[in-house]
């Protein structure tokens, strides 16, 4: 399994901006895709996940800020909106099935003021 994600760049304090990740390799059964993300000196934190059957979780960060959401293809994205500088952190999406975690490379996010 394989993830590639897209859509991280430089973005203005209060914008938006959405990010994707798609899955490619072999899929069995029910899953879980997330986004997770890390800035500096912090740990990587949770920013939301989706099962297959739809169902959402998400982290505090950005509760009520972000949307994550599965699209067709094996791609989940995150809608990401009033964007504060705090929400600069490198982005990685996850997927997850049958007890074995899969992680992409991240896709650095910098909000500026």
């Known amino acids: 399994v394989q993830l590639q994600a897209y859509g991280g760049g430089l973005v203005q304090a209060g914008g938006s901006l959405r990010l994707s990740c798609v899955v490619s390799?072999?899929?069995?059964?029910?899953?879980?895709m997330a986004w997770y993300r890390q800035s500096p000196g912090s740990q990587r934190e949770l920013v939301a996940d989706i099962i297959t059957g739809g169902r959402t979780r998400y982290g505090d960060s950005m509760k009520g800020r972000a949307t994550i959401s599965r699209g067709a293809k094996n791609t989940v994205y995150l809608q990401m909106n009033s964007l504060h500088e705090d929400d600069t952190a490198v982005y990685f999406c996850k997927f997850s099935q049958r007890g074995d975690d899969y992680w992409g490379k991240g896709t650095l996010v910098t909000v500026s003021s």
């Open positions: 390799g072999r899929m069995i059964g029910g899953n879980v």
